[in-house]
């Protein structure tokens, strides 16, 4: 499964981006979607994942209420909003999917395919 982050750059602290995850020809309903972050000289962490079946959503304690993950109206597309960013969220974003049961939504572990990243970077 190939998957094609999007949207990433730079923005001033409280501002907002809204990052896309592509699978060329495929359907992503079918799969859990979790979208991670990755700092210089940090580990790849989780933050928020779309499950496949319920729909239901997972966010790190740092995001939640700022970040939203959602599917597109594009059945190949999932999208990760992010609102009042701030300097700690800048990192490269990763998308990562999945099929089956989702033990773990946001641990890199549980994932099969990956995309290449996107930079977010949020400076003043």
């Known amino acids: 499964v190939q998957l094609v982050e999007s949207g990433g750059g730079q923005v001033q602290p409280g501002g907002s981006l809204r990052l896309s995850c592509v699978a060329p020809?495929?359907?992503?309903?079918?799969?859990?979607i979790g979208w991670f972050r990755q700092a210089p000289g940090k580990e790849r962490e989780g933050v928020s994942c779309?499950?496949?079946?319920?729909?239901?959503?997972y966010y790190a304690d740092s995001v939640k209420g700022r970040f939203t993950v959602s599917r597109g109206d594009a059945r190949n597309t999932v999208y990760l909003q992010m609102n009042n960013l701030g300097f700690e969220d800048t990192g490269v974003y990763y998308c990562?999917?999945?099929?089956?049961?989702?033990?773990?939504?946001?641990?890199?572990?549980?994932?099969?395919?990956w995309g290449q990243g996107v930079q977010v970077t949020v400076s003043s």
């Open positions: 990562g999917a999945r099929v089956g049961l989702l033990l773990r939504p946001l641990e890199r572990q549980e994932y099969d395919w």
């Open positions: 020809g495929k359907v992503l309903d079918y799969f859990a």
């Open positions: 779309l499950s496949n079946g319920d729909g239901k959503t």
